[in-house]
C-alpha cells in the first residue's frame, strides 16, 4: 500500500488538495446562504444580483424583462414581456460552479501570482457567461416554450460546464506546475 502510495503521490495529493478546498468553500458558502436568510436581497445577494443584472441584459437584448420576489419559494421570477418564463434560484448564481473551478485550479497551482490571477479571471469569465446562459435561456423560453427540458437540462448545462472545462485544459496545459509531470 506505502508504494502505491508514493508511486501516486501526486494524485492523492491532487485529490486531497482539491477535496479540502472544495469542502471548505462549500461550508463557507453554505455559511453565507444561512446569515443571507433574512436579509434585505432576496433570496440571498449574489442570486438577487444575478437576477437582476439578467434583467438588464434582456433588456439591452430589446425584451421588457422584470424580475420580482417569488412570493412562495426562495427565488426570482423572470417575467419577459410580461410572461413568467423562469425562477432565479440559489444554483443559478454560479458560486457553485465557480467553487468547483476554483478548486481545481487550487489543486493544480502553479506560481502564486498567476494562480491567483487566472482564478479571478476565469470566475469572471464563468460569471459573465452564466448571466448570458440565464439570459438566452429566458429569451428561448419565451419564444420556444415547448424546449423548455432541452434548453435546461442539457444545452446550457453543457456550455458552463463545457467552459469550465476548457478553463481547466488551459490551466493544466498552460499554467500548472506538474504541466511537465502530465504531459
Keep these: 500500500m506505502k508504494a502505491l502510495l508514493l508511486k501516486y503521490k501526486s494524485v492523492v495529493k491532487f485529490i486531497l488538495t482539491f477535496l479540502m478546498v472544495y469542502v471548505v468553500l462549500t461550508i463557507?458558502?453554505?455559511?453565507?446562504?444561512?446569515?443571507?436568510?433574512?436579509?434585505?436581497?432576496?433570496?440571498?445577494?449574489?442570486?438577487?444580483?444575478v437576477a437582476k443584472q439578467?434583467?438588464?441584459?434582456?433588456?439591452?437584448?430589446?425584451?421588457?424583462?422584470?424580475?420580482?420576489?417569488?412570493?412562495d419559494e426562495p427565488s426570482m421570477k423572470l417575467l419577459v414581456n410580461s410572461k413568467f418564463v423562469a425562477r432565479v434560484v440559489e444554483g443559478c448564481n454560479s458560486i457553485s460552479v465557480i467553487i468547483l473551478f476554483v478548486s481545481f485550479i487550487i489543486a493544480f497551482a502553479g506560481k502564486f501570482k498567476p494562480t491567483f490571477v487566472y482564478i479571478l479571471t476565469g470566475s469572471t469569465l464563468i460569471y459573465i457567461v452564466n448571466l448570458m446562459r440565464i439570459a438566452i435561456l429566458s429569451i428561448g423560453l419565451y419564444n420556444y416554450p415547448w424546449r423548455k427540458d432541452v434548453l435546461h437540462t442539457v444545452i446550457f448545462p453543457m456550455i458552463i460546464y463545457g467552459m469550465v472545462f476548457v478553463l481547466w485544459m488551459f490551466w493544466v496545459n498552460r499554467f500548472s506546475k506538474n504541466r511537465k509531470q502530465y504531459a
Design 28 to 49: 463557507g458558502y453554505k455559511l453565507y446562504l444561512d446569515f443571507s436568510n433574512g436579509s434585505r436581497f432576496y433570496p440571498d445577494y449574489f442570486t438577487n444580483l
Design 54 to 71: 439578467s434583467e438588464s441584459l434582456i433588456n439591452t437584448l430589446g425584451y421588457d424583462a422584470k424580475v420580482v420576489a417569488h412570493p
